[in-house]
């Protein structure tokens, strides 16, 4: 028999903690990374980026505290994933795994900041960011 864990024990592990779900899957994760080690590897030296995050990992009246605590501390909903910064333009990026879609909240905020001169793009492969940093001027 395989050290490998078919479907069935898995839920039944998972039954076991009292879960019932099985785990999620980080499909937008991986390549966020990646575009964040690309960004490293190409942008000028005097560009600065960050990624603010906009999710919590927790859930409950702790989870509510804190997302109450970020509105007024100014987060948005649907703000770009990373954010960049070079000779005076802002730049966002958006990350998405392949086949996911841009929520109403972020589809606002992009034409907000396209309003306001920022250029926005939403990417789900590294070799989608270089295009678009290319198309940009920043490689």
Same mark, same amino acid.
């Not at 409950?60 to 501390?73: L, N, S, Y």
């Given at each position: 028999?395989?050290?490998?864990? +078919? ?7 998972? /039954?076991?903690?009292?879960? +019932? ?45 804190? %997302?109450?605590?970020?509105? /007024?501390?100014? +987060? ?19 990350? /998405? ?11 606002? +905020? ?12 939403? %990417? ?7 295009? %678009?940093? /290319? ?5």
């Amino acid at each position: 028999m395989s050290n490998r864990m +078919t479907a069935a024990r898995l839920r039944a592990f998972y /039954k076991a903690d009292g879960d +019932t779900s099985a785990p999620r899957q980080d499909r937008e994760g991986p390549i966020h990374r990646a575009v964040l080690d690309l960004l490293d590897l190409v942008l000028p030296g005097d560009a600065i980026y960050h990624h603010s995050p906009n999710e919590l990992d927790m859930a409950g009246p702790e989870a509510a505290r804190q %997302v109450a605590k970020a509105r /007024k501390m100014g +987060t948005r909903a649907g703000w770009v994933d990373i954010e960049i910064v070079w000779q005076g333009r802002f730049y966002g990026v958006e990350v /998405k795994a392949p086949g996911g879609r841009v929520s109403s909240s972020q589809a606002e +905020t992009h034409a907000d900041l396209r309003r306001a001169g920022a250029a926005v793009a939403v %990417v789900s492969s590294v070799s989608e960011a270089e295009a %678009v940093l /290319k198309s940009w001027g920043l490689i």
